[in-house]
């Protein structure tokens, strides 16, 4: 089992910066991705970032150039640094971890239903 705990989010301005991070407990097992996904009121979930425990990031088109996200694989902490927010931004964002994700090459699976370990949100609010 994984545990995964966000934190950060808030509130923003349109064009400022916040910063998310998931903190993951339990068995950690080898090769696995973890990522970010979010969702908007009344919207389906969408893929923002995935890491492979390798750390090899993928980010999806829409945040591109202005979402970072980066793996402390010591402290088992995957943070999502978040610039140039726009108001489209606005959703619940979540953690989800699973080793059923990894893609043999480094790679992830970026559909929600393949991860089976999430956290619990963190909602993030840009106003324009």
């Known amino acids: 089992q994984v545990h995964l705990v966000e934190s950060g989010g808030g509130s923003a301005q349109a064009g400022g910066t916040l910063r998310l991070s998931c903190a993951a407990s339990?068995?950690?097992?080898?090769?696995?991705?973890v990522g970010w996904f979010r969702q908007a009121p009344g919207k389906k979930r969408e893929w923002v970032t995935t890491?492979?425990?390798?750390?090899?990031?993928y980010v999806t088109d829409s945040v591109k150039g202005r979402f970072t996200a980066s793996l402390d694989i010591a402290k088992n902490t995957l943070s999502l640094e978040m610039i140039r927010l726009k108001p489209e931004d606005t959703a619940m964002y979540y953690c989800?971890?699973?080793?059923?994700?990894?893609?043999?090459?480094?790679?992830?699976?970026?559909?929600?239903?393949?991860?089976?370990?999430w956290g619990q949100g963190t909602q993030v609010t840009v106003s324009s």
């Open positions: 989800a971890a699973d080793s059923a994700a990894f893609v043999r090459g480094d790679n992830c699976y970026t559909s929600a239903d393949v991860y089976g370990y």
């Open positions: 339990g068995y950690i097992p080898h090769d696995y991705c």
């Open positions: 890491t492979t425990n390798f750390g090899r990031t």
